[in-house]
Nanobody, 124 residues
Framework: VQLQAFGGGLVQAGGSLRLSCAASGRTSSPYAMGWFRQTPEKERDFVAV????????YYADSVKGRFTISRDNAKNTVYLQLNSLKPEDTAVYYC??????????????????WGQGTQVTVSS
């Protein structure tokens, strides 16, 4: 499975970005896909997850109400809409996929496949 993440960039505080991540190389749909982010000073942190069947979502408290995760079933693509961005949102954002039923999807260790990361920089 290959995950290709796109959409990062430089934006001013209060601005918006939309990240996308397409999964390829497998005919079945993922069980769930998530977004994580990492800065040089911190470990990789959970941002959001979406379950493919039913479309349920779960967010980190730090992004709840500002970020929205969504999916396109036909394209096996997950999106992350980032609104009201803050300088502390600056990080490399990674998408991840899991193809079997698992619990605890706020933990990166639960995911089987990872994308290459896309840089989001928010200036103050």
């Amino acid at each position: 499975v290959q995950l290709q993440a796109f959409g990062g960039g430089l934006v001013q505080a209060g601005g918006s970005l939309r990240l996308s991540c397409a999964a390829s190389g497998r005919t079945s749909s993922p069980y769930a896909m998530g977004w994580f982010r990492q800065t040089p000073e911190k470990e990789r942190d959970f941002v959001a997850v979406i379950w493919w069947s039913g479309g349920g979502t779960y967010y980190a408290d730090s992004v709840k109400g500002r970020f929205t995760i969504s999916r396109d079933n036909a394209k096996n693509t997950v999106y992350l809409q980032l609104n009201s961005l803050k300088p502390e949102d600056t990080a490399v954002y990674y998408c991840a996929a899991v193809y079997s039923r698992k619990l605890g999807l706020s933990r990166g260790s639960q995911y089987d496949h990872w994308g290459q990361g896309t840089q989001v920089t928010v200036s103050s």
